[in-house]
């Protein structure tokens, strides 16, 4: 998945740490075969190269991820589009990013259509309509991986523990000491001191920030996360951090939430139950939803 996966447990012992961890490992590296754009052999690319050639079997959870993504395109009115695979290819983010031709961007427009994908989940098929398709769960599999990993150690008896994949985390339980776990916002600028401050025993949290993954050219910054009306990396906001009681969620909702920018966004946000989110705006200011629990 390109980034860093880091797991902690709650055990009686560091032995018997160990195999629920392999264990823990053992699955992220089960969804990395599934929603890696970076493989060739993950399901997401095999599927991505039969676009076009009807409904394609795919592994369970492959599908309820499909149906969660097209579920928050349509909460956040397309602000999560599941299918610009595309036009994220042409901006080369990570491996080789230019800023491509805006004609070059627009003739993309009829393959990003997020109506192109259709998912049954009890029969665990796919369908991208049109050849050329390309679904791209980025914005979405960490929290998802984060959730799958906290089922399997609860499963495993595993009482409390945090699972980080990347800026998508999910927690359970509490510390040996008995205090909840603690999540900083990051400084966008790269400061040490955390903009705020969380303290959780349940629920997932995520940050979409245009540090994570960008390039500068002539003193402007591009970095990963399209504005589907522009095709363009999305304005105004630095990061977004969401409060949720799934990875999945949170996850989705703040990639969403970064396009959608602060009014907009923290709109939505009371709609929802259980979801909170903090804005760092362009200019520094942070904002946040009337619930959010930070100190
Ligand atoms: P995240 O870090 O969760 O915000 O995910 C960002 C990743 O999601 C990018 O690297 C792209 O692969 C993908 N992405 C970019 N823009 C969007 C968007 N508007 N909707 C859904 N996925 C996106
Ligand atoms: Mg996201």
Redesign the pocket.
């Known amino acids: 998945m390109g980034t860093t996966v880091t797991i902690t447990v709650v055990a009686a012992s560091e032995p018997a740490a160990g195999p629920a961890l392999d264990a823990a490992f053992a699955e992220v590296a089960a969804m990395e075969r599934m929603f890696s754009?970076y493989r060739t052999d993950s399901d997401l690319s095999r599927l991505n190269a039969l676009a076009g050639q009807g409904p394609q079997p795919v592994p369970a959870p492959f599908a309820e991820l499909v149906a969660a993504a097209r579920d928050t395109a349509a909460l956040t009115g397309g602000?999560?589009?599941?299918m610009?695979g595309p036009a994220?290819k042409l901006w080369g983010?990570p491996e080789n990013p230019a800023v491509p031709d805006a004609a070059a961007l627009d003739a993309l427009r009829p393959l990003l259509d997020p109506a192109g994908i259709t998912v049954d989940v009890a029969g665990a098929r796919v369908t991208l309509a049109r050849p050329g398709m390309a679904l791209?769960l980025?914005?979405?599999a960490?929290?998802f991986t984060a959730d799958r990993v906290q089922a399997l150690l609860r499963g495993m008896g595993v009482g409390a523990g945090i699972v980080a994949v990347?800026?998508?985390i999910r927690v359970w339980g509490t510390r040996p000491d008995g205090t909840p776990w603690r999540i900083g916002v990051r400084d966008p600028d790269g400061g040490h001191k955390p903009r705020a401050r969380l303290a959780l025993t349940a629920g997932a949290v995520?940050t979409?920030?245009d540090y994570?993954?960008f390039f500068e050219l002539d003193g402007v910054r591009y970095h990963?996360?399209?504005?589907?009306r522009t095709l363009f990396p999305?304005r105004g906001v630095r990061s977004v951090t969401v409060l949720a009681p799934t990875g999945t969620r949170a996850?989705g909702l703040?990639?969403?939430l970064?396009?959608m920018g602060v009014a907009d966004g923290l709109a939505l946000v009371e709609t929802l139950p259980g979801v909170e989110a903090l804005y760092i705006a362009e200019n520094g200011a942070v904002t946040t939803s009337a619930g959010w629990p930070g100190t």
């Open positions: 754009s602000a999560f589009n599941p610009l994220i983010i791209g980025g914005g979405i960490k929290g990347a800026g998508d995520s979409s920030g994570e993954r990963h996360i399209l504005d589907p999305a996850d703040a990639t969403a970064f396009v």
